[in-house]
């Protein structure tokens, strides 16, 4: 409920920022040698946590109605980042492993995942304050954050070339003045 209002429309816009700039990218449009394919899910949290935008990717075709389900979020309840990352482990397991193996449980939204290589996710994390239900231990928290890659490998992926079909890149934002940055700052590192 702390996200009302200015902050919460700072992260809808930053998200859609994103998803409009890697659409950019695919095919090439503005690196033609590099044509990347980006897939994107949104999970929100407060006393639960939802996932609001299935794991999918960002096509013309897809982007607007990414754009809408952006706009549906609303404020509301507690902070629990555990349930978050709880969250997040279970979106990471239906993701089709990108050998076209088959996941745990199929992706809503009929994502297609490529047929070789490998993921690279790049998880933005927002908030706006302190942790106000569930774990406020940040070493657990911080574990269980970085905890999907070996949910993923568990039951649905093959190491492909030596390594894992996942790699994590992590960004934590936080939003207004009321922020708990040590905590940040752990989840950070």
């Known amino acids: 409920g702390s996200m009302q209002g200015r902050k919460i429309q700072h992260a809808i816009n930053t998200i859609k920022q994103l998803a409009e700039i890697l659409l950019s990218e695919r095919d090439g449009k503005t690196i033609a040698s590099q044509p990347i394919h980006s897939w994107i899910y949104v999970i929100t949290f407060n006393s639960d ?80 304050g302190e942790i106000t239900e569930g774990t406020r231990n940040t070493e657990i928290l911080y574990k269980m954050m970085r905890d999907t890659d070996d949910a993923y490998l568990n039951d649905t992926a093959t190491v492909v070339g030596g390594r894992t079909p996942l790699t994590f890149e992590d960004y934590i934002l936080g939003y207004g003045t009321d922020v708990d940055l040590n905590c940040l700052k752990t989840l950070a590192s």
């Open 49 to 128: 946590a939802e996932l609001v935008i299935p794991f999918q990717e960002i096509t013309a075709d897809t982007l607007p109605n990414i754009l809408t389900q952006l706009d549906q979020i609303r404020t509301m309840g507690c902070t629990n980042y555990e349930r978050a990352f709880k969250k997040q482990t279970e979106v990471i397991r239906g993701v089709p492993p990108p050998n076209g193996g088959s996941s745990i449980d199929k992706p809503v939204g009929g994502a297609s995942p490529p047929t070789t290589g490998s993921y690279h996710l790049i998880r933005f994390f927002g908030t706006d």
